[in-house]
């Protein structure tokens, strides 16, 4: 793999409960001058999204500023660390993150927007949808904005995929000078998110990117949930 070609898909719309995401993806993207989905691509799309159409609102009041927090409290497994009005959980998902992941931003004054239920489920169903409306064989990553340990500034990962490896294992092959590797594992699911998100962007109104020419052998059966989140008896930090 030495090129890789990302590109936004425009026209998507505002999306509402109900709303079949597979259809308006395929749509938007036939629409588009050059945009339209072949064998092969990554289609990545936002959480926001997917979870409008999975109607992963909860309505809240926008008179208060923290009125979002019982939501917090309601969607975590576990309180991991509290800062002012920051509070670091663990969801149901696995997943440890801000405020449990719940979002206001991109979504109608007075609602919040929750994680999907499921998100490795979500994007099974907007693959599945993109093979029979579009007739193309794609993996789909659904997307989020983290915040990292240590670093400063968030970034876009993976919460849910399907069609392709969350992780890469490269334990056992060589690297660049011939040295097996013993410990080297690439959440390539992460990085391709990242790639989207640059075209995307988080104020653009831009859900939808294509990541095209990623390496064939990395499409498989694949899963988020499965690959990349850390069993809690791995984790150092816990």
Same mark, same amino acid.
């Given at each position: 793999? *030495?090129?890789?070609?990302?590109?936004?898909?425009?026209?998507?719309?505002? =999306?509402?409960?109900?709303?079949?995401?597979? *259809?308006?993806?395929?749509?938007?993207?036939?629409?588009?001058?050059?945009?339209?989905?072949?064998?092969?691509?990554?289609?990545?799309?936002? +959480?926001?999204?997917?979870?409008?159409?999975?109607? +992963?609102?909860?309505?809240?009041?926008?008179?208060?500023?923290?009125? !979002?927090?019982?939501?917090?409290?309601?969607? $975590? &497994?576990?309180?991991?660390?509290?800062?002012?009005?920051? =509070?670091?959980?663990?969801?149901? !998902?696995?997943?440890? #993150?801000?405020?449990?992941?719940?979002?206001?931003?991109?979504?109608?004054?007075?609602?919040?927007?929750?994680?999907?239920?499921?998100?490795?489920? $979500?994007?099974?169903?907007?693959?599945?949808?993109?093979?029979?409306?579009?007739?193309?064989? &794609?993996?789909?990553?659904? *997307?989020?904005?983290?915040?990292?340990?240590?670093?400063?500034?968030?970034?876009?990962?993976?919460?849910?995929?399907?069609?392709?490896?969350?992780?890469?294992?490269?334990?056992?092959?060589?690297?660049?000078?011939?040295?097996?590797? +013993?410990?080297? @594992?690439?959440?390539?699911?992460? @990085?391709?998110? #990242?790639?989207?998100?640059? &075209?995307?962007?988080?104020?653009?109104?831009?859900?939808?990117?294509?990541?095209?020419?990623? @390496?064939? $052998?990395?499409?498989?059966?694949? $899963?988020?949930?499965?690959?990349?989140?850390? !069993?809690?008896?791995?984790?150092?930090?816990?």
């Amino acid at each position: 793999m *030495s090129r890789l070609d990302v590109f936004a898909i425009d026209g998507i719309g505002e =999306i509402r409960p109900g709303d079949d995401l597979a *259809s308006i993806i395929a749509a938007a993207a036939t629409a588009g001058s050059d945009t339209a989905l072949a064998d092969g691509d990554v289609v990545v799309v936002t +959480q926001k999204i997917v979870s409008k159409a999975e109607n +992963q609102l909860v309505e809240i009041d926008p008179t208060d500023p923290l009125n !979002h927090k019982p939501l917090v409290e309601r969607e $975590s &497994v576990r309180i991991l660390r509290r800062r002012g009005d920051l =509070i670091i959980s663990e969801t149901k !998902h696995g997943f440890v #993150c801000a405020n449990a992941g719940i979002d206001l931003s991109n979504v109608e004054e007075g609602w919040a927007a929750l994680l999907p239920e499921d998100s490795d489920r $979500s994007a099974r169903r907007i693959r599945d949808g993109l093979r029979g409306k579009a007739g193309v064989e &794609v993996a789909v990553i659904v *997307s989020d904005t983290f915040g990292r340990t240590w670093r400063r500034g968030v970034t876009d990962v993976a919460i849910g995929s399907a069609g392709i490896a969350a992780v890469l294992d490269l334990r056992g092959t060589p690297d660049a000078l011939g040295r097996e590797m +013993q410990v080297t @594992e690439v959440a390539v699911v992460d @990085e391709i998110a #990242c790639a989207a998100e640059l &075209v995307m962007g988080k104020s653009n109104g831009v859900p939808v990117a294509v990541v095209r020419g990623i @390496e064939p $052998s990395w499409f498989r059966d694949g $899963s988020v949930r499965d690959e990349i989140v850390r !069993h809690p008896n791995d984790d150092l930090f816990r």
